[in-house]
């Protein structure tokens, strides 16, 4: 059985830094790409950022480059993302997902709050 738990998430205040964790189990994690997607209140999900199996090549939103951060352990079975100077439009449930720039299956494991605000 697949499963996924996102963890890490809390309140912050604008400007500050972050970083979520996805662990993963029930399926090979160190041969699959991973990605991170976001979905803020009354919103749909939003692709946030994605990663090759091996961790060498990652690809991140634009409204996100240069602030977040995707890496991932496969010795551990653990994805990170690491958010750096957060802003409010970044409060959001944040989601892992199985998949190069995936979305399918978004919203089935946990999810974790990041919640920006002064």
């Known amino acids: 059985e697949v499963q996924l738990v996102e963890s890490g998430?809390?309140?912050v205040r604008p400007?500050?830094?972050l970083q979520l964790s996805c662990?993963?189990?029930g399926f090979a994690f160190n041969t699959t790409?991973?990605?991170w997607v976001r979905r803020a209140p009354d919103e749909g999900f939003e692709l946030v950022s994605t990663i090759t199996e091996d961790g060498r090549m990652t690809s991140t939103?634009?409204?996100m480059k240069g602030r977040f951060f995707t890496t991932r352990n496969n010795h551990d079975n653990i994805l990170y993302l690491r958010?750096?100077?957060l802003r409010?439009?970044?409060?959001?449930?944040y989601y892992c997902t199985i998949g190069w720039w995936s979305t399918v299956d978004a919203g089935l494991s946990p999810g974790t709050q990041v919640t920006v605000s002064s």
């Open 9 to 11: 998430g809390r309140l």
């Open 15 to 17: 400007g500050e830094s």
């Open 23 to 25: 662990t993963a189990a």
């Open 33 to 35: 790409a991973m990605s």
């Open 61 to 63: 939103a634009s409204s």
């Open 83 to 85: 958010m750096h100077r």
């Open 88 to 93: 409010p439009e970044d409060t959001a449930m």
